[in-house]
C-alpha cells in the first residue's frame, strides 16, 4: 500500500502517493502539496475581503 501524504491535499486527509518515486520526486510533491493549500487558503482571504469591500462601496446597502 502506498504511504499517505502527510501534508493531505484534500482539506488534511491523507492522500496516496504513487510508490516507486524518489526521495527528491516525493519531498517535490510534498512542497508542492503544501504551497498548493497555502495558495487555497489565501485566494479564500482575498475572496471574503473582496467580497467585503465590495459591500462597503454597494449605493443599495443601508448603513
Request: glycine share 10%; no cysteine.
Amino acid at each position: 500500500m502506498p504511504e499517505a501524504d502527510p501534508a493531505g491535499a484534500r482539506g488534511g486527509e491523507p492522500v496516496p502517493v504513487e510508490a516507486g518515486g524518489d526521495g527528491d520526486e516525493r519531498a517535490e510533491l510534498v512542497a508542492l502539496r503544501k504551497e498548493n493549500a497555502q495558495l487555497k487558503r489565501a485566494n479564500d482571504v482575498l475572496r471574503t475581503a473582496s467580497a467585503f469591500f465590495a459591500a462597503q462601496l454597494d449605493p443599495s446597502r443601508p448603513r
